[in-house]
């Protein structure tokens, strides 16, 4: 599976953006879908992840409230709303999946996840 993350762009503080991540096989839907970022200078960090039936989510404490992970397994397609954006939130960001069989304190971690997409750029601008 190859994963393709688009919908980065540059905004302002208090905007909106929404991120795609597109899969290039229906195997898509027998994994768990994570997003995480990375910022100049930092280590890549967990930002939210759904189980790979859509039902369970799980967010980083930093955008609990204003982002919302989904995915439309059908389609191969996950997503990312990420809604009152902040310039701290400027990074790269990336799609990933997780084996159907992580745990759920492992889907917080960066090791659990084995195929990762390309990320998308996004700067919020203050």
């Known amino acids: 599976v190859q994963l393709q993350a ?7 503080a208090g ?3 929404r991120l795609t991540c597109a899969a290039s096989e229906r ?3 027998a994994y768990n879908l994570g997003w995480f970022r990375q910022a100049p200078g930092k280590e890549r960090e967990f930002v939210a992840a759904i189980r790979r039936r859509g039902g369970a989510t799980f967010y980083a404490d930093s955008v609990k409230g204003r982002f919302t992970i989904s995915r439309d397994s059908a389609e191969g397609t ?3 709303q990420m809604n009152s954006l ?5 990074a790269v960001y990336y799609c990933a999946l997780a084996p159907q069989s ?6 917080y971690s960066t090791r659990s996840y084995n195929i990762w997409g390309r990320g998308t750029l996004v700067t919020v601008s203050s």
């Not at 688009?6 to 302002?12: D, M, P, R, T």
């Not at 902040?86 to 400027?90: A, C, V």
């Open 6 to 12: 688009s919908g980065g762009g540059l905004v302002q």
């Open 15 to 17: 905007d909106s953006l």
């Open 27 to 29: 195997a898509f839907s």
């Open 78 to 80: 996950g997503y990312l």
């Open 86 to 90: 902040k310039p701290e939130d400027t």
């Open 102 to 107: 992580t745990i759920v304190s492992s889907m």
